[in-house]
């Protein structure tokens, strides 16, 4: 992450020099190319200038993730358009690609002869207005735009409620579900079904014991469970991909996350839900011991949302270094699958207003990501394809480790680089499996050759020390030898067939397990096993050993619930 750093703060001093030079030009019309540095590497675009005017922008390429650049480009695009100038607030949540997006129109302007100044991180539009606003009143207001919030949102509307506001303090929806790889732990779907994969409730119940605060909450997720495929076909989603057990995509080479927000998103846009990114939930409003509204706020100022039922859907706060080091010290060194604005800003409030919170020093890890952009890739198995070796070409821990360990184990290596080394057998069963490896090796960002040597010579690492790691890793899982991280617990030999291939990677925190305690209706309950009237809660807001899934199945259940309740 700091070489991405550099590499961006060197592109934006070349930037600056290039755009003094431009002082005093001629404005020229016609079609210029612009080039940047995005959050994947390159990004083109084409700006027609027209009467010394900025007439349009056109993305020619980028690497950037399409689950941002498709919600981030247009929203950028629109500023750019209106103020005929990049010169305009970066999208939330999309930095970096709107800081390449910005300084690429600012390369083209500048070879048409227009002087935009300077492009950095900071540059952003003239201040809007601050304006006094009356309480808006509506009868559910839900505070967060990810999985949970937008299942929400859905269920209240099919459940009967017709005044329904959606806030989300970024200028896009979707959280971090729309990164998601998999719709897990799902049963009977449709793909599932074809697979031949039928699940029972008790068995699924049975893998899901213990995993919450309040029992009552694990048939209402089996029964979620079983449900979530045939609602989402309900709205237009189709995951048709089954992998596994419990796994489902929407294709063999298409995410479930994307897949699924951006279908979820058209569906509230067509049932009229009143959408407001951009703003972000500031307080509880408490009357008489019920929450009866949220403080917002957004460009303009503050204002209250009054509202019969509130909804909190506001994710974790893996990217909360002073919560993280509070709770679970150490972990605030570690980098994060999270975008940075996953701070969990209520967290403080829920303390001060004394409800039941609990696993606070709860998170998950993931391991390994790719040191480039914190994606996960490969997977830890009991008779892995894989390897781990430092810079030096060595082995220094299990490939079955994982959680904190790893991390910690990843961060005492040789400048904290480590490599994940695969062979030929692993990517075949990716391409059968997942396909995440198959996906990022294709995207460019995994190298591959034909012998370890090669291999070790494109990544930059030791090839003597790589080949040796390799053979004592083999003459301990064929039992003539020990081995200290545990080889001689695998059962398949590792490189038996070329080519090879590598990736950077590193370890981070995935998500945080803490948050407030709802009960199997979703209300949110006090520190005494009470109720809150008026507020519920679902998704990585709530103490929960859920995932992905079960945001949305308790983000529905929390929609259903406050519709019912305002409606007695």
């Known amino acids: 992450m700091k070489k991405m750093i550099v590499t961006f703060a060197v592109f934006a001093c070349v930037f600056l020099l290039a755009t003094c030079h431009s002082m005093g030009r001629r404005v020229t019309d016609g079609v210029f190319e612009g080039a940047s540095i995005g959050f994947g590497g390159e990004l083109r675009l084409s700006v027609t200038i027209t009467n010394g005017e900025i007439a349009d922008v056109v993305l020619i390429s980028d690497r950037e993730s399409y689950a941002v650049m498709s919600r981030t480009f247009p929203l950028l695009r629109q500023r750019i358009m209106e103020a005929r100038s990049p010169v305009v607030d970066s999208v939330t949540g999309a930095t970096i690609t709107s800081f390449a997006v910005k300084a690429a129109v600012a390369d083209a302007s500048r070879q048409a002869g227009i002087d935009v100044g300077p492009i950095t991180f900071a540059t952003r539009g003239p201040a809007p207005a601050q304006l006094a606003r009356p309480p808006v009143q509506t009868g559910i207001v839900v505070v967060g735009g990810g999985p949970a919030g937008l299942a929400a949102a859905i269920e209240a509307r099919q459940s009967g409620a017709e005044d329904i506001i959606l806030i989300e303090k970024l200028d896009v929806l979707g959280g971090s579900g729309k990164h998601n790889m998999n719709f897990s732990e799902i049963i009977n779907s449709q793909a599932q079904l074809a697979n031949g ?84 939930g500031i307080d509880l409003i408490m009357e008489g011991g019920a929450v009866t509204g949220v403080v917002v706020e957004d460009r303009h100022g503050r204002y209250n949302i009054m509202a019969g039922a509130v909804i909190l859907a506001t994710g974790g706060f893996a990217a909360n270094r002073e919560l993280l080091a509070r709770h679970m010290p150490g972990t605030e060194a570690l980098a994060t699958t999270n975008p940075r604005h996953a701070v969990g800003h209520f967290i403080p409030l829920f303390e001060e207003y004394g409800f039941w919170m609990e696993r606070m020093n709860g998170l998950v890890m993931s391991a390994p990501v790719l040191s480039v952009n914190r994606t996960l890739t490969g997977s830890i198995g009991a008779s892995p394809g894989f390897i781990y070796v430092n810079e030096n070409g060595e082995r220094f821990v299990s490939e079955t480790t994982g959680g904190l360990t790893l991390a910690h184990r990843f961060r005492e290596q040789p400048n904290g680089r480590v490599f994940y080394i695969y062979d030929q057998n692993m990517f075949d069963e990716d391409y059968a499996g997942s396909r995440r490896l198959v996906g990022q090796y294709r995207a460019g960002y995994h190298v591959s050759a034909a012998t370890l040597e090669e291999l070790a010579a494109r990544l930059g690492i030791n090839g003597a020390n790589l080949a040796a790691a390799v053979e004592a890793f083999n003459r301990a899982v064929d039992g003539y030898s020990s081995d200290p991280f545990r080889a001689t617990a695998f059962t398949r030999r590792f490189g038996e067939r070329g080519p090879f291939y590598g990736v950077q990677v590193t370890s981070a925190v995935h998500m945080t397990r803490g948050g407030v305690v709802p009960d199997e209706r979703a209300r949110v309950l006090m520190a005494d096993g009470s109720v809150v009237r008026g507020l519920f809660a679902a998704g990585e807001v709530t103490a929960t050993l859920g995932n992905f899934s079960a945001a949305v199945i308790f983000g529905r259940v929390a929609g259903r619930e406050a519709a019912f309740s305002i409606a007695q």
Not at 201 to 215: D, K, N
Not at 226 to 241: F, H, K, P
Not at 254 to 280: C, F, N, P, Q, W
């Open 197 to 280: 994969r039928s699940e029972p409730l008790e068995t699924f119940m049975a893998h899901i014991a213990g995993r919450e605060i309040v029992p009552e909450r694990i048939p209402v997720w089996a029964q979620g469970a079983a449900e979530a495929d045939a609602w989402l076909r309900g709205i237009g989603v189709q995951l048709n991909y089954n992998w596994g057990r419990f796994n489902l995509k929407a294709e063999a080479d298409v995410y479930a996350g994307d897949h699924m927000m951006s279908g979820m998103e058209a569906e509230l846009r067509r049932l009229g839900v009143d959408i407001r990114t951009g703003t972000k």
